[in-house]
């Protein structure tokens, strides 16, 4: 990633030259190339969903209600982690005018902060919400996503401060928490799966979606795509009555 360390600015308005940058792996514009992927993929339909990567004390987040496959580096908002002094207030080191900061700010802090992440993926997918979906219908163990013997789990670190991927064996779990009318609502409880999850890498959003991050922003796409994939196979072995996890009956 590009070097991006905060400067005087140089433009006397808004700190533009934040945004501004030809290297196609520049935060602004990286954010705005993976969008338009994911709304391809189908996980920022309809301006949900969204990305943030934060690069040293920088972090680079997407707007709130924009069409993120049209997204350009200017709608890019731009923060200092040690200026936040107050999340009801955030102090913003650029902010696009005319626009509105996301809702999902206060979640992709808490990965940023909490989990030293370097990049944080919030979709919409439609296999998320289904697996979730499905999660609801059981007697027991409703807020727990878990899949065992499949060779895609090994997309997966072992988890926060650890080294290597899970192996093949291992089983991958993603806590569930449940949905607000409001999402940076959702922030609270997203903190609480990080501390009962300590190694998890996403948490999913009942009836709404995922969050996922990673160390690097590769990290956080690998581990994204992944879930993708566990989650869509989930659905289909659910309608075959295969089970996720070897041990289920
Ligand atoms: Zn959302």
């Known amino acids: ?100 900061p996301s809702q999902c700010t206060p979640l992709f802090m808490a990965a940023f902060t909490k989990r030293n992440a370097g990049c944080c993926i919030h979709t919409h997918s439609q296999w998320a919400v289904l697996v979730t979906l499905l999660l609801e219908t059981r007697p027991l163990n409703t807020n727990i996503f878990e899949i065992n013997n499949i060779e895609q789990i090994k997309g997966f670190g072992k988890g926060f401060q650890k080294q290597g991927n899970l192996g093949y064996h291992d089983t991958l779990r993603i806590p569930v928490i449940e949905n607000t009318p409001h999402e940076e609502d959702l922030t609270e409880s997203l903190e609480t799966a990080m501390d009962e999850y300590p190694d998890t890498y996403a948490v999913l959003v009942r009836r709404h979606g995922l969050y996922v991050w990673g160390e690097t922003v590769h990290k956080a796409k690998t581990q994204a795509e992944s879930l993708d994939y566990l989650f869509q196979l989930a659905v289909e072995m659910k309608k075959l009555g295969i089970p996720w996890l070897s041990d289920i009956a």
């Open 1 to 100: 990633m590009a070097p991006t360390s905060f400067q005087e600015p140089t433009d006397t308005h808004n700190h533009d030259h934040l945004v501004k940058s030809t290297d196609s792996q520049h935060p602004a514009n990286l954010i705005c190339t993976l969008c338009e992927k994911f709304y391809h993929l189908g996980w920022v339909a309809g301006t949900g969903g969204g990305t943030s990567i934060r690069d040293n004390d920088l972090v680079y987040l997407a707007p709130s209600g924009v069409q993120k496959e049209l997204m350009k580096p200017e709608d890019i908002y731009v923060l200092s982690i040690a200026q936040q002094k107050d999340p009801k207030n955030r102090i913003y080191l650029r902010a696009p005018p005319s626009l509105k």
